[in-house]
């Protein structure tokens, strides 16, 4: 990636530094206290495991925020108004309606 990086990038990129350490550090601490090398092995392969989806999640969800703060910056298009923003007048718009029958009259 090229350019500066927002506030939001350093920090995804601290967290999974910091979650990088744990999984290094954990595994040490376990074995200073004297659990197996296989369970201790097994500990950093599952937080290797977490922090890899974690990272994951958290680059697709600043992704998905930038996409949206890009489309807001833009305003709507024509083509996506969405339901509650559509031209013209009629039923839905609040108009009199005339010509109608109704049941008093």
Do not use: K, N
């Amino acid at each position: 990636m090229t350019g500066p990086r927002t506030p939001s990038e350093d920090s995804v990129t601290e967290v999974v530094r910091w979650a990088a350490f744990s999984c290094v550090l954990v595994p040490i601490v376990l074995l200073w206290y004297g659990t197996s090398f296989a369970g201790a092995a097994g500990t950093a392969l599952g937080l290797a495991a977490v922090t890899a989806a974690c990272r994951l999640l958290l680059r697709q969800s600043e992704r998905g925020a930038v996409r949206e703060r890009d489309m807001e910056r833009a305003g709507p298009s024509p083509r996506r108004r969405g339901r509650h923003h559509r031209t013209g007048t009629g039923a839905h718009r609040g108009g009199r309606h005339t010509g109608r029958i109704t049941p008093g009259g």
